[in-house]
C-alpha cells in the first residue's frame, strides 16, 4: 500500500468524495480519497462487512496503515471512538503516526497526547500499548488489535468488553506464531472472517535482496 503519485485532486472534491464514502459505507473509497494505492489484500480487507475479523499477514505487509484506515474511516462518524491496541509502546507509536500522517483534513484536530488523538466531531482515535490496566475502561465502535500474536491474551479477554456495548467491530491482524495463542485459534474459528495469508513477498514494497 503506497501513497499515490497521481495529480492532486481539488480539496473541496476530495472532502465531498470522503462523506459519501462513509455514508455509503465504503472504506475503499474512503482510503482511496486519502490518495492511498491499495494493494488487492487490503481492499478486499476493507471491503469486508463482517464484525469480526482476522488478517493473517505477513511483516510490512500495511497492518499498521491499515488500521490507520479502519480508526480513520470509523471516527469520520461523530462522537465515536476507536482503539488500536499495539504489543508494545514504541508499535503504539507507530500506529499514532500513520494516524496523523493520513488524517483527513475535514477531522479537525483538538488534542493530540501521548497515545490518543481526538477530533473536532467528538471522535477519538487511542493508540495505547497492550497492558491489562490500559485496556480496560473504554467503550469502543472500533477495536483494533495491532499484532495480535504477541498480545498477551489476559489483555485480549480484558478489552474485548469494550465493543460489547456499541456492536462495534474487531480486526485482529498479525504475522503468524503457531496456532497455539489467541490469535492462532481466531484465524480458524468459524465467528471469525479470514484474510490471508499473506507473504511479506507478496507485497511490492518488501526488499527481496
Known amino acids: 500500500m503506497t501513497a499515490s503519485v497521481a495529480e492532486p485532486l481539488d480539496v473541496t472534491s476530495l472532502r465531498m468524495e470522503r462523506r459519501l464514502a462513509v455514508k455509503r459505507g ?64 514504541k508499535q503504539s507509536q507507530e500506529a499514532l503516526r500513520e494516524v496523523k500522517q493520513w488524517r483527513p483534513v475535514e477531522l479537525g484536530l483538538v488534542n493530540i497526547s501521548r497515545g490518543e488523538v481526538s477530533f473536532d466531531n467528538g471522535s477519538r482515535i487511542m493508540c495505547i500499548p497492550a497492558t491489562e490496566t ?5 467503550g469502543a465502535q472500533m477495536l483494533l488489535l495491532n499484532e495480535a500474536a504477541r498480545i498477551p491474551e489476559d489483555v485480549i479477554h480484558a478489552v474485548m468488553p469494550s465493543v460489547a456495548n456499541t456492536g462495534g467491530k474487531v480486526i485482529a491482524n498479525s504475522t503468524p506464531t503457531g496456532r497455539h495463542n489467541w490469535f492462532g485459534r481466531a484465524c480458524f474459528a468459524g465467528d471469525w472472517n479470514h484474510h490471508g495469508p499473506v507473504s511479506s513477498e507478496a507485497c511490492p514494497r518488501v526488499d527481496r535482496k
Open 26 to 89: 465504503n472504506p475503499v473509497a474512503f482510503a482511496r480519497s486519502l490518495n492511498l494505492t491499495l494493494d488487492p489484500y487490503v481492499e478486499e480487507a476493507l471491503s469486508d462487512t463482517h464484525q469480526q475479523q482476522v488478517y493473517r499477514w505477513g511483516r510490512r505487509t500495511g497492518k499498521t496503515t491499515t488500521s490507520a484506515i479502519w480508526a480513520l474511516y470509523t471516527a469520520m462518524t461523530p462522537e465515536t471512538t476507536s482503539v488500536i491496541l499495539s504489543p508494545a509502546q
Open 134 to 138: 490500559s485496556a480496560r475502561g473504554y
